[in-house]
């Protein structure tokens, strides 16, 4: 659920309901940040800005198999078990001259109804015109973010590549991106014999062709050992279908340890649609992945190699929709396993005002395949949302 600082400020002046709302791309985040620290008058004194989302859940599942988690609670009998999760990001923008800005940000976001505080970094901004900037400090990277809703918080899943963050610098230009630092992740002291030092560099250009754009993108980390490195990159395309909806398509090739055979390079690709006709509307995706050796892969950033998901909604009035969620899994990563599952989910979307949304739903899950064996039983889970941004 967590979401990036340029993301948390452009959810605050959306005007969109909450519901509806989706993973949006870094480069229209950015610019939406942008967007809130103005160049405002030098001798006034710094301009601050203060943005914000609060999202929490509860949901409960009767019995329930998910290989993803390596979860089989399909032999207990009569019993709901039941989970939490909660997000709280706070954004502080400051204008000090028409040219020196900054931004800087903490979160909690996590399991459970009082996940920890934690700093999200920081950056000061120095804009030399309107189409050039540089920036020092902290900086998050993704790239391929699902709109899938189950998938849809980059710090966990993409299809491209889920969050890096470093500290050094960056040059937007005409919309082009470029990074280059130290990693600041937890996976950067994996050879603790080297220590905690990694290098990262990170590119990416926003394409414009008229209402559609393409993202090409590049992301390398080296661990500073002699074979450990990390290779990210591919392409999100955004087309827009006229007034009726938009269109995603995204590939990502993912590739660790460069120099050696194994593991092997994985590959992911992605088509969400999103139509609007009216009261009517319509979601969803199919992603697929392609991995050359099951048991030595590079990690898809995914937890299973297919799925389709389609919902249509129908708006019932200005505030409250109804939808149906469709779907089909694979429910793991190893393409020779057999442990598919249908989901069928009634949902239920509420807005309040532009800035704060409600949603529940109840679905039924189907185990289709064989290597169930005797967990294979229908399974149940619900729910409930509230979003809020300020």
């Not at 998910?66 to 399909?74: H, I, L, M």
């Not at 414009?208 to 392409?235: C, D, W």
Request: proline share 3%; net charge negative; glycine share 8%.
């Amino acid at each position: 659920m967590k979401k990036t600082i340029g993301m948390i400020l452009a959810s605050a002046l959306a005007a969109a309901p909450l519901f509806a709302q989706e993973a949006e791309e870094q480069q229209a985040a950015s610019a939406a940040a942008a967007e809130v620290t103005a160049p405002a008058a030098s001798n006034d004194g710094p301009k601050f800005v203060i943005a914000g989302e609060v999202e929490f859940e509860a949901n409960t599942d009767y019995k329930k198999v998910d290989p993803r988690d390596e979860v089989n609670r399909n032999a207990e009998d009569n019993k709901w078990f039941h989970d939490y999760a909660s997000t709280f990001n706070l954004v502080f923008g400051i204008q000090f001259t028409d040219k020196w800005s900054a931004e800087a940000a903490i979160s909690a976001d996590g399991d459970g109804t009082a996940p920890g505080f934690a700093y999200d970094g920081a950056f000061i901004q120095y804009q030399l015109n309107d189409n050039i900037a540089i920036k020092a400090g902290d900086f998050t990277y993704a790239e391929g973010a699902f709109r899938y809703y189950d998938y849809d918080d980059p710090g966990d899943y993409a299809i491209g590549m889920k969050e890096r963050n470093t500290r050094g610098l960056e040059l937007n230009a005409y919309g082009l991106i470029v990074g280059l630092g130290w990693g600041r992740d937890d996976d950067d002291c994996v050879d603790a014999d080297e220590g905690c030092t990694t290098y990262d560099f990170h590119a990416a250009y926003e394409l414009a062709l008229g209402n559609h754009t393409i993202r090409p993108y590049f992301n390398y980390k080296s661990y500073q050992t002699e074979s450990h490195n990390s290779l990210r990159t591919g392409v999100t395309a955004n087309i827009a279908l006229g007034t009726i909806g938009s269109l995603q398509l995204v590939y990502g090739l993912k590739s660790d340890y460069l120099t050696e055979d194994t593991p092997k390079m994985s590959h992911a690709l992605a088509a969400e649609p999103e139509f609007n006709f009216g009261k009517v509307s319509l979601k969803a995706t199919a992603f697929k992945a392609f991995v050359d050796d099951d048991e030595d892969i590079t990690d898809l950033e995914v937890p299973e190699h297919f799925f389709v998901y389609v919902e249509p909604a129908f708006a019932l009035s200005e505030r409250l929709s109804l939808g149906v969620q469709v779907e089909l899994h694979s429910m793991t990563l190893d393409t020779d396993a057999d442990l598919e599952q249908f989901w069928l989910a009634p949902k239920a979307y509420y807005t309040v005002t532009d800035n704060l949304g409600f949603d529940a739903y109840f679905r039924t899950c189907v185990p289709l395949g064989d290597d169930y064996g005797d967990s294979d039983d229908v399974y149940f889970v619900a729910g409930a949302s509230v979003a809020m941004s300020f």
